[in-house]
């Protein structure tokens, strides 16, 4: 993959007119692009963080328990693969720590201006002009927008919700001043979130409750370390480590195809791991009917956990399915009447996943606002560019892939191709670019028509669907995600 994003800006070394770069947010894709756009020449740049630190959702999120769901060797910039990571699914620490030193081998913090958020993008006389928080003001060419896609967390109706005398926070705004050793924990909700948190935390609780809303299909994965031996085997041999992110990219996409074809024989097989896990280590029937979905695994995004089971089926860990009826100064009151006395209640409720890019304002030509062109919901074409919002590129924008893909994977493939339209501003051959609206409107129908046939429509709830029940991710193989981001077509834009 690296060669297609070096491939992709190839070319650019002559460059043609200089172009100023803003890039918004310092997460995964945005030390990215700082790297990509280093390597292409293109070095008039800034990278705007509204955090102290870089990271993004692994800055947001420090909840225990925290890892990623994709494979370490997987979830790593294809061009700077980590010889030490600890287990084949690292703890979010760690990965942290590798976005750190990769944006400080590559140069790129000194590129961050951390502590700004980026208030408005206008786009005015063929530039945009931006606006930090601070009042620091930037004129530039493009616009790369990497500001992620899970991160305004969502925050549960329930009432009495502040009435609440314990400690009481969401999973991503963690408070580790409060002592969890021995005392009584609450976890609303049964997300990925939820069920990482779980494994963690039973063991060091008192009494644990989970409070479950929608039970939830588990793959089951074991999670090895690696050795010593093996970690200096791939120091000596780092070409292996290239070979097996081939390897597991490979088998990631098997899994997205399965997942875009509700039909598919490779989509039944994950459903009968899910169900042979849940016969075979839930061993009391009444929790096992609890813990039963009454819809297609996979329907929602999928859970990994090697000991999510186990956790639960400790002596002082309690699902709760009764359902909550409010929250009261000393816990959580469900519906059957029980009180649930609680002294750390934890909102695993997950994330305003239409809040992309809120809450900056962002005006495009003729002051077209983002509000207006998303009065329906977010999309964008390819999910990087937008009609009437020229030299503006998103990366992992709406529509993209998202459902247990390596999102790095994904954000390496948009860059090349957003490169490639740098490059048409860069050489001189527009000064504006941006998807037209007949390229944005054809995307979106065939999106919505292949929407229908994946395993996301298939009736549950969950955060890929959106106001029309329509999952707003990318529908297809991943192989044709990966063929569309070789090349952009030249008749989908407006170059002028
Ligand atoms: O959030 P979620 P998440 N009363 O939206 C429940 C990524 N991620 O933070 O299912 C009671 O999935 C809600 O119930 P229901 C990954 O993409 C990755 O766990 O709607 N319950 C649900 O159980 C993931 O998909 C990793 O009925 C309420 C839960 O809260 C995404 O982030 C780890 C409620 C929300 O689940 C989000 O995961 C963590 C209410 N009022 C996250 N409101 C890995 O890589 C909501 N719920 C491993």
Redesign the pocket.
Known sequence: MADEVTRATGGSEEGGRPLRLAVIGAGMAGILSGIKLTEAGLDDFTIYEKADRLGGTWRE?TYPG?????PSQLYCYSFAPNPDWSHLFSPGPEIQSYLDRVAREYGIDRRIRFGDEVTCCAFADGRWQLETAKGHHDEVDVVIAATGV?HHP?L???RGLDSFEGAMFH??RWDHAVPLDGVRIGV?????????ITSALVERASHFSL????A?WIMPQQNPAYTEEQKAEFRAHPEQLIDIHEKLSVLFAGFANAVVDADSAEMQDIEDACRVNLEQNVHDPELREQLRPDYRAAC??L??SPDFYEAIQQPNAELVTSG?ERIEPAGVRTRDGVLHELDVLVL????RADAFMRPMRLLGRNGLTLDEAWAERPNAYLSISMPEFPNFFMLNGPNGP??NFSLIDVAELQFGYVMQLVDRLWSGECREICATREAMDSFEAARTEAAKRTIWTTGC???YLDDRGIPATWPWPFTRFREEMQAPDPAAYDCR
């Open positions: 999120n925290l890892a990623c769901d994709v899970l969502k549960p109706e329930i999973s991503a609303i909700g049964t997300g990925s979130t939820a069920v990482q409070f479950q809303r929608t939830q929602k995004r859970i990994i909550i695993a409720t997950g994330f998202v459902g709830r969950s955060w």
